[in-house]
């Protein structure tokens, strides 16, 4: 294999992201970002796509909002956000061929900040207050993505050799349980308490403390983010089906619709996002 095909600052993403406020909700209170950025500048990317690592990283995110009245519209949407404003400043050096080794750290202090300017305006406004939010979050780098995650929206990898496996823990009792292997995919799904979150990003938390992780990334590697409105329509394995299902290069744009509509057509209680994104260009 050539170095041009090797080497991972040459590798390409495509993207892919639809939300739907499903069956029952009067508004969508889910959130979903794309951004493209270096030291110099910053593109905001729309719901799908294709572009090159060579010369910039790429952060997508999903978040769940909750509070009273439109509160959790407003906590989802100032989660991702607030992105833009942190990650560019840990945009590697023209040297390097990846995220350096304080990408985790930056992650930390972004999630912070959006955990207390969420509690801040809880705090100030009636109308915010109690107003939190999940945060799942992938940055992509050459070779590596780093990903950061608070609440019961999801990141999942679909690695090019086959299956499936959920890299973020869901901060829940239910979560915890099956983790635990106490209950099975199938009773997590049902259990009464499933949608109880034990940790969010503004709400009465004083502290927050995101999972924090990295994965090496190969060609034809592909991750899910989703809220869980998509995994209370969807088991694991047909999210795969979905997700990876067909030829590569078919329809890749349509991946995700397909998934939120299969989604919100099993289930639909809840607002329903799926954020796909694949590495290519080897």
Not at 148 to 171: C, F, K, M, N, W
Not at 247 to 252: A, G, L, T, V
Request: charged fraction near 25%; glycine fraction near 12%.
């Amino acid at each position: 294999m050539s170095d041009a095909f090797s080497d991972p600052s040459n590798r390409r993403l495509r993207w892919s992201g639809c939300s739907d406020r499903g069956k029952v909700r009067a508004n969508n209170e889910d959130s979903f970002v794309g951004l493209r950025f270096n030291r110099e500048e910053l593109e905001r990317l729309g719901k799908e796509g294709e572009a090159s690592l060579q010369s910039a990283d790429f952060v997508f995110a999903v978040s769940d909002g909750m509070g009273g009245a439109q509160a959790g519209e407003l906590a989802s949407k100032m989660a991702v956000e607030k992105v833009p404003y942190i990650l560019p400043k840990g945009f590697r050096p023209p040297e390097a061929k990846g995220v350096a080794d304080g990408g985790g750290a930056l992650l930390q202090v972004l999630f912070r900040e959006i955990h207390a300017a969420l509690v801040y305006l809880g705090k100030s406004y009636e109308e915010c207050r109690g107003m939190e939010t999940t945060l799942s979050l992938c940055w992509f780098s050459p070779g590596v993505m780093h990903f950061a995650h608070v609440g019961d929206s999801r990141i999942y990898h679909l690695p090019a050799s086959g299956g499936i496996r959920q890299l973020t823990e869901d901060d829940t009792y239910v979560g915890w349980l099956f983790r635990q292997g106490k209950i099975n995919e199938r009773e997590a799904r049902t259990h009464p308490r499933r949608s109880v979150l034990q940790k969010a990003l503004g709400g009465g938390n004083q502290f927050i403390d995101p999972q924090i992780g990295r994965v090496e990334v190969g060609c034809g590697d592909r991750f899910l983010l989703c809220s869980d409105g998509l995994v209370d329509g969807l088991y694991d394995a047909h999210m795969l089906d979905l997700s990876c299902s067909g030829e590569p290069s078919s329809d890749f744009a349509g991946r995700s619709r397909r998934l939120v509509e299969a989604a919100v057509a099993a289930s639909g209680r809840d607002n329903t996002t799926a954020l796909l994104v694949e590495v290519g260009g080897c």
